[in-house]
Structures are given as structure tokens and as C-alpha cells.
């Protein structure tokens, strides 16, 4: 039996289902990553996705290569790629993970899937994560998901299994080096990047640096972008790649807490807290990715139809503007441009970011989506929609939040030392200075390009008045019963309807 292991967001040896199908079942594997022109071009794909790729493969085949095995990759796209190959020497199956994407890998695979048919090629596909497709009972996924985690971890194969790893010399076109991607279209300069290595070694040193170090700050430490760096776990490039998996990461964390609990260190409590509150986001991480799995439609619809209605008026230079970080809003600059220099930014910055989008320059979250997405070394569509949604307020069934970039300054950065540091401009000017720009420039650096209180006050009337519609609350209703948290309600949940400012 030969077959083609086809390797997408899952660049790891440990607990690989489908890896281990593939060698069980085969006595050739040609283990395979497609570089496909169209993920290239796609508006969302930045140079930090190409890091992400080329450092997670480059890792992979050099452990593939010390035990003896060989992979490779081609750059075309995915038919032409299957097709090539099974014209050199066929083979009776095909390997791969499922993909939870964007429309594109969708139809990309609808395609595959017809492609297998007509070649008599079996495809099998292999679930990765606590994501369930064609989940006809919500109300099951908890179980489910459940179930998943505690399963058995896939042990790494051995070194005589990685040997049956082997590129044939028919297929000519499938390189075996190491993967480079010529990208062109850079978003920070080469001496500006530190960027997070992305690979299945340095996914275990991170994770073992937050269970065993770094850990013990995560609650209290993930809001401000200056402790988050640390405080938080940052294994979010890892589980977006595939260089480990959240089975591995959740029973390594169960492991690290029973370890905990016994233990009569003086910080076990605190620990423990922060361990607990890093759990919940593992569930969350499924449950967010769930949603677009279930409604794919939310690439371009808002879950909640009633606020297609809203208006997003932004010229073209302000999203411009957002996107290279000099709006004139000091927090949001600085973590725009931070995230251009190392492809990251926390949760709490990262609804900061989505809110002045949305609800102070009023730029479209179907245009933020793409733009945003370049950002993120650790894009991963389905959080990222629907965190996008949500912070946009387009949802109908969270609580709107509407940040202020100055109120966060005090929060956050008061002594504005993360800032300074992202925006060279503003070394020379106090706190209080920073804290209280407004219109004018201080220096080089730009006044805001809209007056906060008018525009964010011009968004809340158009969102508050949506929200308040029969139509808007009986979509909101059912949103709420097809893609709602299956926990008791929470006082956050039965605060639907009043609007923050944070
Ligand atoms: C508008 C917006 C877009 C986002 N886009 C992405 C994205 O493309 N990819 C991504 O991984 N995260 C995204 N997030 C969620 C979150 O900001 C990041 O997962 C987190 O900052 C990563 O840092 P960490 O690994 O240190 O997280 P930790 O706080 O240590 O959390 C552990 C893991 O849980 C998951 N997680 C954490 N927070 C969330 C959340 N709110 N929702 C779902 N899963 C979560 C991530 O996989 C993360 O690695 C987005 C948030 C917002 C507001």
C-alpha cells in the first residue's frame, strides 16, 4: 500500500493521527507539504505565516531526516500537486487532518475530495482537535470535547517507523531541502523582526517554561501587553501550526495541576489559580473555532444579520493609517507596530485593536478581518472570526465593549514604557503628556485622526439602536442557542444588553 501524507496546519511527530494511520497502514509514505500559490496570494497570508510554515517544516525534517526518513514539499497548487505525483507513480491513499478554514481551503478540498473519487484514491481525513464537524447536537460537544482531551496521547514514532518516510524518485517535482518561500510583501523591516520561533522543539520549551516558570503570573499578568510577553503562555503559534496539540498541552497542564495540588509549596495557590484560568482558554480556543465550523458563513456575514445594517464610513487612509500604526492613539500605534515587528499582541490588546477599528475610526470588520489577520503570527480563522465578530460587537449576544485607547494607557502602560518603546516619536514626551493627546501632534507623531468621543458616540447610537430592534433580539435569540457557551449563565451573559466603556 502506498500513500501520501499531505501535510497542512499539523507540522508535529508527536500525537499525529493521521501520521500514524498513514504508517500503520502503508509500507510507503510520501510525506508532503504544498506550498499552494493561492495561500500565498490570499489576503490574509502575511510573511509571519511563511515564518511560521517554513521554521515548523524545516524543524520537522530535520528530526524526520536524523532517523533515517525523508519529506519534501512543492509549490503549485494542491490538484496539480496530486495529480503530478500520481502521474509519476500512484498511490492508494491519502493522509491529512481536517482543516477547520477559511471558504478558500474549503473548496480547495470540496476539490480534493472529487479529485480522490476520480483517481480511486481513499482519503482519510483524521479530527485533531476537540472540533467536531457536522455537529448535530450542541449540547454534546462538552462531552465530546471531553472525551477527546483525555484520550491517549499518539506516541512519536520510532526511528525504524520515520524511516518508512520516503520521497521516491519518480516524483521529481516534490523538493526535499529546506522549505524557503520567496515572499516579497514584507510588513516590518528585516532588523525590526523578533519574531517567535514556530516548530515542534520550541513549542515543547515553551510549554514546559509555563508550567514549570513563567506560569505562576498568567492570572493577573495577560490584560497588560507589557507582562503578557511572559505571563502568558504564547503557545497560540504552536497549537495555530500544528506544532503540538492542545491534547498534549491540556494533559500536560492536567498533570502540572495534580502535581500542584499535592505540593506544600507557598505558591501552589497561586499557581493553581493560574493554571485553572489557562484551562478554561483551551476550551475556549474549540468552542470559538467550533463556531465557524458550524457556520462558515460568518467569513462574511455577521452571526447576528440585523447588523449588516450598520454603516462603516472609514476613507481608506484611515484603515491605512490603523494598519501601520499612526492613527494618533498612542496604545493602539504601539501595538500595531509591535505586532508588525514580532507578529504578536494579547487578548486584551488585540479587542482594543478590533474596537477602535470598528467603533472609533468605523472601519468595516469584513475589511479588518484580512488586514488583521497579516498580524498574527498565530492566525487561526476560526477564533479569529469569531473574536473578530464579537469584538465588533456584530454577534448580538456578548455585552458590546467599546475600550478606550486612553483609559487603556492608565490600565495598562501607565508609565508608558511599552509605548516609548514601539514608538520611537514619543520617547521624549512624559506620561502625562502621552496620556492626554488628543487632536493635536505632539512632534512627529500625528494627532487622532477622528475625536474619540464623537466618533465611538456616532457608533453606539447606530449599534444601540440595532441592538434594541425585535428583529435584532429574536436573531440574537436563536445565535445564542446555535452557538452559546454551554456553562450556567454567567453574570456576564445576563448583562446582554448594556453597553461598556473600558
Ligand atoms: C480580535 C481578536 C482576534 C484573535 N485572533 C486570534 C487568532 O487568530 N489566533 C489565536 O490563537 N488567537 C486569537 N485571539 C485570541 C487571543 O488573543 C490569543 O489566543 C492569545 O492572545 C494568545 O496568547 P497566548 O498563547 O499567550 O494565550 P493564553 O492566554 O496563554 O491562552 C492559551 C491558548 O488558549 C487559546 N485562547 C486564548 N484566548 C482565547 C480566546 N479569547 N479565544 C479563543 N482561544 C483563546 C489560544 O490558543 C492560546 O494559545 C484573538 C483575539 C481577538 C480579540
Known amino acids: 500500500m502506498k500513500s501520501v501524507y499531505w501535510l497542512k496546519r499539523d507540522f508535529r511527530l508527536l500525537d499525529n493521527p493521521a501520521l500514524r494511520a498513514a504508517l500503520d497502514r502503508s509500507d510507503d509514505v510520501a510525506m508532503i507539504y504544498i506550498v499552494e500559490p493561492s495561500m500565498i496570494e490570499a489576503p490574509e497570508t502575511s510573511e509571519l505565516h511563511i515564518h511560521a510554515i517554513t521554521g515548523a ?35 492508494d491513499a491519502l493522509y491529512t487532518h481536517e482543516e477547520i478554514g477559511v471558504d478558500r481551503t474549503y473548496k480547495r478540498d470540496i476539490a480534493v475530495a472529487q479529485w480522490c473519487e476520480e483517481h480511486g484514491v481513499k482519503w482519510y481525513e483524521y479530527r485533531q482537535t476537540g472540533v467536531f464537524r457536522r455537529l448535530s447536537d450542541r449540547d454534546k460537544r462538552a462531552r465530546l470535547w471531553r472525551e477527546h482531551y483525555s484520550s491517549d496521547v499518539i506516541a512519536t514514532p520510532d526511528v525504524a517507523e520515520l524511516r ?13 531541502d529546506d522549505l524557503a518561500i520567496d515572499f516579497a510583501d514584507r510588513i516590518s523591516s528585516q532588523h525590526e523582526r523578533k519574531l517567535q520561533p514556530v516548530s515542534e522543539s520550541s513549542a515543547e520549551e515553551t510549554l514546559n517554561s509555563f508550567l514549570y516558570d513563567r506560569g505562576i503570573a498568567y492570572r493577573g ?11 502568558g503562555s504564547r503557545m497560540s503559534v504552536h497549537l495555530a501550526w500544528g506544532t503540538v496539540s492542545g491534547r498534549v498541552v491540556y494533559q500536560r497542564t492536567q498533570a502540572r495541576r495534580a502535581q500542584l495540588k499535592e505540593s506544600d509549596e507557598a505558591d501552589a495557590k497561586r499557581w493553581r489559580s493560574s493554571l485553572t484560568a489557562f484551562t478554561a482558554r483551551l476550551h475556549w480556543r474549540d468552542h470559538f473555532i467550533q463556531r465557524l465550523e458550524t457556520e462558515p458563513q460568518m467569513e462574511y456575514e455577521p452571526l447576528n444579520s440585523a447588523y449588516n445594517q450598520i454603516i462603516y464610513d472609514a476613507p481608506e487612509e484611515h484603515i491605512m493609517a490603523w494598519y ?90 501607565p ?13 521624549e514626551y512624559s506620561p502625562a503628556e502621552i496620556q492626554g493627546h488628543r487632536m493635536e501632534s505632539l512632534g512627529s507623531y500625528p494627532g487622532q485622526v477622528v475625536d474619540y468621543i464623537s466618533a465611538s458616540k456616532a457608533m453606539k447610537s447606530q449599534l444601540y439602536s440595532i441592538k434594541g430592534r425585535k428583529e435584532t433580539k429574536e436573531i440574537a435569540q436563536q445565535v445564542y442557542l446555535k452557538h452559546g457557551s454551554r456553562k450556567g449563565p454567567s453574570t456576564r451573559r445576563k448583562k446582554t444588553t448594556a453597553t461598556t466603556s473600558k
Open 57 to 91: 517544516y524545516n524543524d520537522m525534517r530535520s528530526r524526520v531526516m536524523a532517523a533515517g526518513g525523508k519529506m519534501g514539499w512543492m509549490h503549485m497548487e494542491v490538484i496539480d500537486g496530486l495529480t503530478r505525483l500520481y502521474e509519476r507513480q500512484s498511490f
Open 164 to 176: 518508512k518516510l520516503d520521497i521516491p524518485k519518480a516524483y521529481s517535482e516534490v523538493r526535499t
Open 221 to 231: 499578568g495577560i490584560s497588560s501587553p507589557v507582562t503578557a510577553l511572559t505571563a
Open 324 to 413: 501601520e500604526g499612526r492613527t494618533g492613539f498612542p496604545m493602539v500605534d504601539a501595538c500595531v507596530r509591535c505586532l508588525r515587528a514580532t507578529g504578536f499582541i494579547n487578548f486584551r490588546m488585540r479587542a482594543l485593536l478590533t474596537s477602535t477599528a470598528c467603533h472609533v475610526l468605523h472601519i468595516d470588520w469584513k475589511r479588518l478581518d484580512p488586514l488583521m489577520a497579516r498580524l498574527y503570527t498565530d492566525y487561526e480563522p476560526g477564533i479569529h472570526i469569531s473574536q473578530l465578530q464579537m469584538q465588533a460587537a456584530v454577534v448580538g449576544i456578548n455585552t458590546i465593549r467599546v475600550y478606550s485607547p486612553h483609559k487603556q494607557i492608565i490600565d495598562q502602560d
Open 415 to 427: 508609565d508608558t514604557a511599552f509605548i516609548k518603546e514601539w514608538i520611537p516619536e514619543l520617547r
